[in-house]
T-cell receptor, first 114, second 113 residues
Framework: DSGVTQTPKHLITATGQRVTLRCSPR?????VYWYQQSLDQGLQFLIQ???????AKGNILERFSAQQFPDLHSELNLSSLELGDSALYFC?????????????FGPGTRLLVL | GENVEQHPSTLSVQEGDSAVIKCTYS??????FPWYKQELGKGPQLIID?????GEKKDQRIAVTLNKTAKHFSLHITETQPEDSAVYFC????????????FGRGTQLTVWP
C-alpha cells in the first residue's frame, strides 16, 4: 500500500458526460501528479500540482482540468468524454516539488466510456 | 520532449535465471532514471532508481546500470522468482527540475516455476 488513495476504483459513463476523479496523497506529500495509462499511449503525464498550484503540464486535453485543494487532495475533471478517454488514471504523490523524488502511485481509477 | 524506448516488450524466463530489460532515452538533459513494477490491478511501484552521477546501483537481486554517453540504462534482476512476474517500466525525467517523468512502454516479465 503506497498511502495514496484514489476514488472511485471503477467508473462507467457515456460519451459526452463529465466525471471527477479524486486523489488523496500520502500524508505530508505536497506534490500530486496525474497520469493516464492506455494500451496505445502507455503511461502519459498529464499534470502536476505542488502545494495547491499548478507546476507542470503534459499531454492534458483542454477538456480535462485538475485542481489541488488546501487539504492537498486533488481532483481531475474530465468533460465531454469520448470513447478514447477510456483508460486507467493514476495519481501519484511526492514529498516536495518532485525533483528526482520518488513518486508513489495510487491504485488508479479505471474509466470506461461507452 | 524526452522519448524513452524500452525493450523487450515481453520476456519469459525460468525461475532462477536472470532477466535484463533495456531502455534508451533521447534527451541528454535527463538526470534521473527510476524503474517501476506494476502488478495486475495495482499502480506502479518504484523498485530502484539511479541518478546521472552514478553508473550502477544495486539492491539485493535488482541492479540498474546507466551509460550517459550512449543514453541507455538497464534493469537486471538475478535469481528470478515467480513473484517477480509483472510489468516493468523505465522512466526518465527529461531534465525536469520538477517531477515530470517520461515512461517507456513497459516489459511484461513472466517467470516460470
Amino acid at each position: 500500500d503506497s498511502g495514496v488513495t484514489q476514488t472511485p476504483k471503477h467508473l462507467i459513463t457515456a460519451t459526452g458526460q463529465r466525471v471527477t476523479l479524486r486523489c488523496s496523497p500520502r500524508s505530508g506529500d505536497l506534490s500530486v501528479y496525474w497520469y493516464q495509462q492506455s494500451l496505445d499511449q502507455g503511461l502519459q503525464f498529464l499534470i502536476q500540482y505542488y502545494n495547491g498550484e499548478e507546476r507542470a503540464k503534459g499531454n492534458i486535453l483542454e477538456r480535462f482540468s485538475a485542481q489541488q485543494f488546501p487539504d492537498l487532495h486533488s481532483e481531475l475533471n474530465l468533460s465531454s468524454l469520448e470513447l478514447g478517454d477510456s483508460a486507467l488514471y493514476f495519481c501519484a504523490s511526492s514529498a516536495t516539488s518532485g525533483f528526482q523524488e520518488t513518486q508513489y502511485f495510487g491504485p488508479g481509477t479505471r474509466l470506461l466510456v461507452l | 520532449g524526452e522519448n524513452v524506448e524500452q525493450h523487450p516488450s515481453t520476456l519469459s524466463v525460468q525461475e532462477g535465471d536472470s532477466a535484463v530489460i533495456k531502455c534508451t532515452y533521447s534527451d541528454s538533459a535527463s538526470n534521473y532514471f527510476p524503474w517501476y513494477k506494476q502488478e495486475l490491478g495495482k499502480g506502479p511501484q518504484l523498485i530502484i532508481d539511479i541518478r546521472s552521477n552514478v553508473g550502477e546501483k544495486k539492491d539485493q537481486r535488482i541492479a540498474v546500470t546507466l551509460n550517459k554517453t550512449a543514453k541507455h540504462f538497464s534493469l537486471h534482476i538475478t535469481e528470478t522468482q515467480p513473484e517477480d512476474s509483472a510489468v516493468y517500466f523505465c522512466a526518465a525525467d527529461g531534465g525536469s527540475t520538477l517531477g515530470r517523468l517520461y515512461f517507456g512502454r513497459g516489459t511484461q516479465l513472466t517467470v516460470w516455476p
